[in-house]
């Protein structure tokens, strides 16, 4: 009983920080996509967070990889590069205003065999900006959100 007693205090500290405590934490998400394109071009092992999506594209990740069983599913590529290495160069990030206050577009320009140009849609969801949707729009052009529902 008195280790119990103990333990409620930790227990109530961890459901009152609400969030946890390895979840990614995007502040800007320019600065953000910078930094993932930096790490992308730095190393061919480095993995984007997969903790930084909106409930929806989750959602849709997720029912991807429940229908692919272990198998490769509707995407067979890295959608950060538009291709499956990260041979990456003259990376550059801008941002531009999204119209609303709660929503804000990236766009990443490299060459990655030729030139490519990634846009990353954020939305500002309970005060965490996440990533709610990416598309191609130079090279071959997609839309993740429609790729991830190729079933």
């Not at 997969?50 to 997720?62: H, M, S």
Request: hydrophobic fraction near 40%.
């Amino acid at each position: 009983m008195r280790s119990l007693l103990k333990t409620i205090p930790l227990l109530a500290s961890v459901f009152a920080i609400g969030e946890p405590a390895f979840a990614t934490r995007i502040d800007d998400p320019a600065a953000f996509v910078r930094d993932v394109y930096r790490r992308l071009a730095a190393s061919a092992h480095y993995q984007p967070p997969t903790d930084i999506y909106t409930p929806r594209l989750k959602a849709l990740f997720d029912e991807d990889r429940r229908r692919a069983k272990g198998e490769v599913g509707c995407i067979d590529f890295v959608f950060w590069t538009n291709g499956q290495d990260s041979n990456l160069r003259d990376v550059r990030v801008t941002s531009q205003a999204a119209g609303r206050p709660d929503r804000a577009l990236v766009t990443a320009t490299f060459i990655h065999e030729r030139r490519q140009e990634i846009q990353l849609d954020f939305q500002k969801i309970g005060g965490r900006w996440l990533l709610d949707d990416a598309c191609s729009l130079a090279g071959e052009t997609w839309i993740l959100s429609k790729l991830l529902k190729c079933w």
